[in-house]
Structures are given as C-alpha cells and as structure tokens.
C-alpha cells in the first residue's frame, strides 16, 4: 500500500509541474540546436590509405612470416607517419598557416587488425584542405620512410579526390538535440522533484496528518457562494409554489 500511495505522489508531483518540464526541455533542445547550427564550427575529415608490403620478384609466393612482419610495422608507421620528420615537409610543401602540433592534432592513423593497410585521415574546416593534408602526408611519408628505414615495402593506394563535397563528421546537430532533449527532461524532472520536497505548505489533510502525527476527524470544505444562493432560490421557489 505504501509503494502505490508513492507511486501516485510522484506521478502527482510530475503531472503538477508538467509546463515546467516540458518547458526546460524545450529550452535545451533549442539551446542545442542554435549551438550546433551556428556557434560550432563544421568538421570534415579526409582519408587516404598505405599498403605496407615488400615488393616481391614473385608475386605468386605468399610468406606468412613476412606478412606479419609488415603488419608489426604498421605500429611504428603510425608513429613516424605523425612526427616532425614527415608534418614538417608536409607544412613546408603546402605552405600552412599553422604549427606543426596543430597539424599533428589534425591527423589519425587507424589500421584493422592484422591489416596490412594504414588508414591517415585528416580532420578540418576546410573539406578542400583535409583532402590536401591527406595526399600530401601519404606522399611524404611514401618517400620519407625509404631513408628513413631503409625499406621499400609502403605504397598509397589511389589517393583520396572525391571527398570535398562530403558532409562534415561534426558537429551532429540531431543527435546534439536528442542528447540535449534526455538531459534537459531529466534536469526537469530533477527541479521538479526538488521544488516539492523544499515546498513544506499544508494542502491536503494527508499533510495534516504527516505534519501533527494525529488522525484528521473532519474537514471543512471549499463553499460555492454562487451555488448557494441558487440552491437558497431553489427552495424558496418550492416553498412559495408549496403555500
């Protein structure tokens, strides 16, 4: 008994301060939506791909060993693919505006696993910038890891030229607005529940109850003057019409 009586004051408490819920979620949903229309700047990413691979005279023979070896390279390839041996030449060749720790920031390596093949992708404002950086990193590193290393087992599969007009990857303004809809009905929810624990007036004989630990024996309730001057009408009518 006790479990429904509180299950009917909280859904009672939620139903008192629907407008106020409704009202703080709308509010983070529009909030949302204008932050990520208008304030966040676009992102779009670029890739480009490496196949790492020794050059073989004979191309039939498949050696697993040599395989695996490539793939444990790939480790060190993303690591010498973002430092300042390659980013610099990169900079330099396309004449950016930035440093090199910004171009860095601007730069992943992803690769699956036991893949021999790098992914570099590149995020940016301008989609026709993250394209270059791309291409240019994947060249320079080509070239770069020859002396580097000394070997030649690295190759750019065909070079990423058909990404500019793509969609950015960020800012996600619906799912910005979903996330900000959960939180702000929860937020909502929250000062509702809070606004009735700190709200201590006496409304119901319930609270009466509650508040002097005594049973209530009778209540006085709320009287219509309106209804009772026509209940008052009504039977002096009837007791004119009686005589």
């Known amino acids: 008994m006790e479990e429904t009586i509180s299950l009917k004051e909280l859904f009672h408490t939620l ?18 939506a204008v932050v990520s229309y208008f304030v966040l700047t676009p992102e779009y ?9 020794q050059t073989k005279d004979d191309q039939s023979v498949y050696n697993y060993n040599e395989v695996q070896t490539n793939v444990q390279l790939i480790s060190t390839y993303s690591v010498i ?13 396309l004449d950016l505006d930035f440093s090199v720790s910004d171009l ?4 992943t390596v992803e690769s699956a696993q036991n893949s021999q093949i790098m992914t570099v992708s590149v995020t940016d404002p301008d989609p026709a910038l993250a394209l270059n950086i791309a291409n240019k990193t994947a060249e320079v590193f080509e070239k770069e890891i020859k002396e580097i290393m000394s070997v030649d087992n690295v190759s750019i599969l065909p070079l990423a030229n058909d990404q500019e007009n793509q969609s950015p990857v960020s800012p996600n303004p619906p799912l910005n607005i979903v996330i900000a809809a959960v939180i702000g009905l929860l937020i909502g929810i929250g000062i509702a529940f809070l606004l009735d624990y ?3 007036t006496v409304k119901t004989e319930q609270d009466i109850e509650k508040l002097l630990e005594l049973p209530v024996l009778g209540a006085i309730t709320t009287i219509d003057e309106n209804f009772d001057a026509k209940v008052r009408g009504t039977n002096n009518g009837r007791i004119r019409g009686a005589s």
């Open 15 to 32: 139903k008192k301060r629907i407008t106020l819920i409704i009202s703080i979620t709308l509010l983070a949903m529009i909030v949302s």
């Open 45 to 53: 990413k670029s890739s480009t791909q490496i196949l790492v691979n």
């Open 81 to 93: 693919i973002k430092s300042a041996a390659i980013l610099n030449n990169v900079k330099n060749d």
């Open 104 to 107: 860095n920031d601007k730069i």
């Open 198 to 200: 700190l709200d201590n």
